[in-house]
Nanobody, 123 residues
Framework: QVQVIESGGGLVQAGGSLRLSCAAS????????MGWFRQAPGKEREFLAT????????SYADFVKGRFTISRDNSVNTVHLQMNSLKPEDAAVYYC????????????????WGRGTQVTVSS
């Protein structure tokens, strides 16, 4: 089993930045990629970014390119999502997940999920 725990959510003004973190523990040798998703009320959970477990490759949803950056801290099995120029429509619960696939963008390809962290953006 793999445990995934997100942190770093909160309230930010429009135009501001937040850095989310995701710590993975347990059978991390089975992980090939980590990803970030978000889900706003009444909407589907949507893919944001993914990073290969060794940190050497990334993939982003088009609508976050240039604003969000995913990175990996190899020393502590932690993945970060740096979010800049936040907009009110970025408000959602942000989820981190672990996958045995390589750079998956579909939520069904992720096996282990965190409980999410709330991001609120005030206008």
């Amino acid at each position: 089993q793999v445990q995934v725990i997100e942190s770093g959510g909160g309230l930010v003004q429009a135009g501001g930045s937040l850095r989310l973190s995701c710590a993975a523990s347990g059978r991390t040798l089975s992980i090939n990629a980590m990803g970030w998703f978000r889900q706003a009320p009444g909407k589907e959970r949507e893919f944001l970014a993914t990073i290969r477990w060794d940190g050497r490759a990334t993939s982003y949803a088009d609508f976050v390119k240039g604003r969000f950056t995913i990175s990996r801290d190899n020393s502590v099995n932690t993945v970060h999502l740096q979010m800049n120029s936040l907009k009110p429509e970025d408000a959602a619960v942000y989820y981190c997940a672990a996958s045995t696939h390589f750079l998956p963008t579909r939520k069904n390809d992720y096996k282990y999920w965190g409980r999410g962290t709330q991001v609120t953006v005030s206008s």
